[in-house]
């Protein structure tokens, strides 16, 4: 139980172009979901946190109008990169806080992202 | 706040050693501590977590690691490396200003045959 389906799993843009990423829960309500972004080689950054019907909030030195979170349902997280640039090309991970006291988080496979 | 670090961006093991990988975390909180590993271009995979009770946690696929409040330690241990554990593991402790999971940079675990 308590997958997170995360789509697509890699995609190539032009530079200027948007790309939007989704996390579905499939099988449990996600009423919150981060959004972390891995360099190569490296660990995952946090992003921003998206909650079910409210703004996102975003970490400092992230773009909030390049990085655009939608969490419009409790199963449907999204992340639009808008405007792409070849420094925008990272690894992009979506995880869902679970709830009931399970103290556990779930994670999508992540989305590859290469602009070029 | 919250930190993890992991010793050693890279361990290297032959195929049937014992596997040791450290993290040390910094908590202002009782800690819940995980331990996930992570394949190429995939998502994270829990292995275990501690959260109370029991300082002895198994997990899947062999692994085990022990909270040790005194040292700030949660290592991950498995008694015999296959080549199937060759991949990255990254510890995290709970307690993000968000409630988000702080991860350490990960160690890059190769297993030679």
């Known amino acids: 139980g308590a997958v997170v389906s995360q789509h697509p799993s890699w995609v190539i843009c032009k530079s200027g172009t948007s790309v939007k990423i989704e996390c579905r829960s499939l099988?449990?309500?996600?009423?919150?979901m981060f959004w972390y972004r891995q360099f190569p080689k490296q660990s995952l950054m946090l992003m921003a946190t998206?909650?079910?019907?409210?703004?996102?909030?975003?970490e400092q030195g992230v773009e909030k109008d390049k990085f655009l979170i939608n969490h419009a349902s409790l199963t449907l997280s999204t992340l639009t990169v808008t405007s792409a640039h070849p420094e925008d090309s990272s690894f992009y991970i979506c995880?869902?806080?679970?709830?009931?006291?399970?103290?556990?988080?779930?994670f999508g496979s992540g989305t590859r992202l290469t602009v070029v | 706040a919250q930190s993890v670090t992991q010793l050693g961006s890279h361990v290297s093991v032959s195929e049937g050693a014992l596997v040791l990988l450290r993290c040390n975390y910094s908590s202002s909180v009782p800690p819940y501590l995980f331990w996930y590993v992570q394949y190429p271009n995939q998502g994270l995979q829990l292995l275990l977590k501690?959260?109370?009770?029991?300082?002895l946690v198994k997990g899947i696929n062999g692994f085990e690691a022990e909270f040790k409040k005194s040292e700030t330690s949660f290592h991950l241990t498995k008694p015999s490396a296959h080549m199937s554990d060759a991949a990255e593991y990254f510890c995290a402790v709970s307690g993000g200003s968000q409630g988000n999971l702080i991860f350490g940079k990960g160690t890059k675990l190769s297993v030679k045959p």
């Open positions: 995880s869902a806080l679970l709830q009931g006291g399970t103290n556990g988080y779930t």
């Open positions: 998206s909650n079910e019907g409210s703004k996102a909030t975003y």
């Open positions: 099988d449990f309500q996600a009423t919150t």
């Open positions: 501690y959260t109370t009770g029991a300082t």
